[in-house]
C-alpha cells in the first residue's frame, strides 16, 4: 500500500453506502409462479488496518463503547485505523468437480434455502457458518441490510430458476477468526480489497460455451452447429488480486490431476480448456455473473464510485457476431444509458471523478451527483438488472441475424467455389 491517506475516500465512501443500506430496506421479491426455490448470499466486508496505522496488540478487542449500537457505524468508523484502512470483501472458490459447470467458480458465501431456516438472512448465516466458518450472530459481526433481490432465470431469462437474496455483513474487529472452510463445497476462500475490484487493468472476459445448455434440448449435431455459428459468449468479468487466500489442502482438487503411465506422471498440455481445469489452484480467479452484478450493486451505493465501471453487455467472440450484436442494441444502450445518466455516470461510462481525473469535484457538481444518484437509489432496483432488462430480447433477434448472415455469407462461398470448380472442370474437358 502506499500513503494510508489515499485509503480514506473510499472509506468514506463505504460509511455511506452501509449508512444507506441500514437506512432504505429494499422490498422482498415474492417467488415467480410455478418457482419455490430461494437462496441467500453474505457480502462480508472486513477493513484492513494500513501497516502505520495497526493498533496496539493489547487493544485487538474494540472497547465497548467503539462497538456499534442502535444502527450507528460512527463510532466505528471514526477510529483512525478504520480511516487508514483498506476494506475488503470475502469471496469464495468453489470445490472441483467433474462434469459440474459452476466448478471452480467464484462467489459470495451463501447456498439455498432450507426448511428449518427462519427467513432469507437466516440462510446466509447458516451457510456462511459451514462453509467458511464465521459467525454472523457474533457481536464482532454487523448486520448492515441486504442488497436489490433478484430472480435468477435461464433460457436466456424465460425460465425462473429462484430468488436470490444477498445480505451485507460488516466485521469491527481488528483481527477476523480464522476461517474454517467446508472442503466438499469450497475449495478456497480470498478476501479482496475494493480498490482491486475498482482497478480498470483487471477487467476481462469469462469466456462460456453455450453449446453446451443448447445440447440439454437437441444432439451434438445442434451443438457443433451453434459453437461454429457463434463461437463463445463473452461475459464482464474481473481478475480478483486477494490480499490474503486460505486453501482447503484436504478437499477435491487442491491438486492439478495426473494420471499414472507406466509408473511416471503423465505430462500435463500446457494449456487446459477450462472445462478440463479441476484443481483450485489452476483456475484463474474471475469475479462474473451473478457474483458480478451483485458486487456491481454494492459499487453503485459508493457515492464517487459506479457500477458501469465494473460491467458491459454480454456479447459473442466472433467479430461479425459481435458487429451485428453492437448495431441492434446501438439504441437500446444508448437509452439505457441516458437512463444511468441521471446517477453519477458521465457520457463515457466513467463517473464524474473519473473523468477529471479526481476524487473531488466542485461543491454545485457534488451536490448534484449526490441528488441524481438518491434518485437511482430510491428505485429500490438492481443496476444490472435495470440495464438488462430487454437486452436478452434484442440479443436473441441478433443472434438469429448473425447466424442468417453467416449462413447465407458461407453459400455465397460455397456456390462461387463450385461454379469456379465447373468452368474449370469444363476448359480441362474441351482441352
Keep these: 500500500m502506499g500513503n494510508p491517506i489515499e485509503h480514506m475516500g473510499i472509506g468514506g465512501d463505504l460509511h455511506e453506502a452501509l449508512l444507506h443500506i441500514r437506512a432504505n430496506a429494499y422490498p422482498t421479491i415474492p417467488n415467480p409462479t410455478g418457482c419455490k426455490r430461494r437462496a441467500s448470499v453474505a457480502l462480508i466486508i472486513r477493513v484492513r488496518a494500513h501497516p502505520s496505522c495497526r493498533p496496539a496488540p493489547s487493544s485487538q478487542d474494540p472497547p465497548e463503547e467503539q462497538v456499534v449500537e442502535n444502527d450507528d457505524l460512527t463510532p466505528f468508523f471514526a477510529q483512525p485505523w478504520v480511516q487508514h484502512s483498506d476494506p475488503e470483501v470475502l469471496f469464495i472458490k468453489r470445490a472441483a468437480r467433474a462434469n459440474d459447470r459452476w466448478t471452480s467458480h467464484v462467489a459470495l458465501p451463501g447456498g439455498k434455502r432450507d426448511a428449518e431456516d427462519e427467513d432469507d438472512k437466516a440462510t446466509a448465516v447458516r451457510e456462511t457458518w459451514e462453509e467458511v466458518g464465521l459467525d454472523l450472530k457474533a457481536e464482532s459481526s454487523q448486520y448492515i441490510g441486504k442488497l436489490p433481490e433478484r430472480v435468477v432465470t435461464t433460457e436466456w431469462g424465460l425460465v425462473p430458476l429462484m430468488v436470490l437474496c444477498p445480505f451485507v455483513f460488516l466485521y469491527i474487529g481488528h483481527e477476523l477468526p480464522a476461517l474454517r472452510l467446508q472442503g466438499t463445497e469450497v475449495g478456497s476462500a480470498h478476501w479482496v480489497s475494493l480498490?482491486?475490484?475498482?482497478?480498470?487493468?483487471?477487467?476481462?472476459?469469462?469466456?462460456?460455451?453455450?453449446?453446451?445448455?443448447?445440447?440439454?434440448?437437441?444432439?451434438?449435431?445442434?451443438?457443433?452447429?451453434?459453437?461454429?455459428?457463434?463461437?463463445?459468449?463473452l461475459f464482464s468479468a474481473v481478475r480478483l488480486v486477494p490480499s490474503e487466500s486460505i486453501y482447503d489442502s484436504f478437499g477435491p482438487g487442491f491438486l492439478p490431476q495426473t494420471s499414472e503411465l507406466g509408473g511416471r506422471s503423465k505430462p500435463q498440455p500446457r494449456r487446459l480448456p477450462l472445462r478440463q481445469r479441476h484443481s483450485t489452484t489452476d483456475r484463474p480467479l474471475l469475479l462474473w455473473g451473478l457474483t458480478l452484478g451483485i458486487i456491481a450493486d454494492f459499487i453503485d451505493l459508493l457515492p464517487s464510485r459506479s457500477a458501469v465501471q465494473l460491467w458491459t453487455?454480454?456479447?459473442?467472440?466472433?467479430?461479425?457476431?459481435?458487429?451485428?450484436?453492437?448495431?441492434?442494441t446501438y439504441s437500446f444502450r444508448k437509452r439505457k444509458l441516458q437512463m444511468m445518466t441521471k446517477g453519477n455516470i458521465s457520457a463515457d461510462g466513467r463517473s464524474v471523478a473519473d473523468e477529471e481525473g479526481s476524487n473531488t469535484v466542485s461543491s454545485f457538481n457534488g451536490e448534484v451527483r449526490q441528488q441524481?444518484?438518491?434518485?437511482?437509489?430510491?428505485?429500490?432496483?438492481?443496476?444490472?438488472?435495470?440495464l438488462l432488462d430487454g437486452y436478452y430480447d434484442l440479443l436473441r433477434k441478433a443472434m438469429v441475424l448473425?447466424?442468417?448472415?453467416?449462413?447465407?455469407?458461407?453459400?455465397?462461398?460455397?456456390?462461387?467455389?463450385?461454379?469456379?470448380?465447373?468452368?474449370?472442370?469444363?476448359?480441362?474437358?474441351?482441352?
Design 313 to 328: 453487455y454480454p456479447t459473442f467472440s466472433p467479430p461479425d457476431v459481435r458487429f451485428i450484436i453492437w448495431a441492434m
Design 402 to 431: 448473425a447466424m442468417l448472415a453467416r449462413v447465407v455469407f458461407g453459400s455465397s462461398v460455397l456456390l462461387s467455389l463450385w461454379r469456379w470448380y465447373r468452368r474449370r472442370r469444363q476448359r480441362i474437358t474441351r482441352r
Design 195 to 233: 480498490r482491486a475490484l475498482l482497478t480498470p487493468s483487471l477487467r476481462t472476459f469469462e469466456r462460456c460455451d453455450i453449446s453446451d445448455r443448447l445440447a440439454k434440448r437437441g444432439n451434438n449435431v445442434i451443438r457443433i452447429i451453434f459453437r461454429a455459428m457463434l463461437g463463445q459468449m
Design 372 to 386: 441524481q444518484k438518491q434518485q437511482r437509489r430510491g428505485s429500490r432496483s438492481s443496476t444490472v438488472g435495470v
